[in-house]
């Protein structure tokens, strides 16, 4: 299973954008990117997903470096909500079993 | 609204006993997962299936086993406790092919 590396912790002052950095060197052809955060006593949640273009949606921005070796969740203007851990998967959409495989994640701090 | 429900969020077990913790999902999803949150080791996953009766390991299946004989319920089983599996357990479901996974709230088993 391809790995992620993820920073352990980042921090950012609110209303200002973040940028989640991720490596993914071992990535394969048919291995799409996952973001999904993890709230304060919560389980995870999607945040946003990719393959080779950049994405967006109401949540966040996806931008993926052109060899996929990496990739960036943006958060456009960051909240004290936006505080959690932020974890980037691969995800093989081809073996038909599928299985999200999390790394250690980013914890993300939001200074008022 | 989607839901995985986990049946208990908390529970206190002593060494030995045999504990089982249940999922359900309303969502009518082929694939459920189990993982476990341990501090500075991310989520790590147990077990996971992909249909009914259907199940495969995953990174730490020692001393668990799981059961699924019906498609809305998967069940994850202590066969004898031990105080090594005291962790946050977290079970999830998705639709093959789907982008989004839908975790529970959690149940965090104590074992003493």
């Known amino acids: 299973d391809a790995k992620t590396t993820q920073p352990n912790s980042m921090e950012s002052n609110e209303e200002e954008p973040v940028h989640l950095p991720c490596n993914h060197s071992t990535i394969s052809g048919t291995d799409y990117i996952h973001w999904y955060r993890q709230l304060p006593s919560q389980g995870p949640e999607y945040v946003i997903h990719g393959l080779t273009s950049n994405v967006n949606n109401r949540m966040a921005s996806l931008a993926i470096a052109e060899d996929r070796k990496s990739s960036t969740l943006i958060l456009h203007r960051a909240t004290l909500r936006d505080a959690a851990v932020y974890y980037c998967?691969?995800?093989?959409?081809?073996?038909?079993?599928?299985?999200?495989?999390f790394g250690t994640g980013t914890r993300l701090k939001v200074l008022a | 609204d989607v839901k995985v429900t986990q049946s208990s969020r908390y529970l206190v077990k002593r060494t030995g006993e045999k504990v089982f913790l249940e999922c359900v999902q309303d969502m009518d999803h082929e694939n459920m997962f189990w993982y476990r949150q341990d501090p500075g080791l991310g989520l790590r996953l147990i077990y996971f299936?992909?249909?009914?009766?259907?199940?495969e390991k995953g990174d730490i299946p020692e001393g668990y086993s799981v059961s699924r004989e019906k498609k809305e319920r998967f069940s994850l089983i202590l066969e004898s406790a031990s105080t090594n599996q005291t962790s946050m357990y977290l079970c999830a479901s998705f639709e093959g092919g789907s982008t989004e996974a839908f975790f529970g709230q959690g149940t965090r088993l104590t074992v003493v």
């Open positions: 998967i691969l995800r093989d959409e081809t073996s038909g079993t599928y299985k999200y495989i």
């Open positions: 299936s992909y249909d009914v009766k259907m199940k």
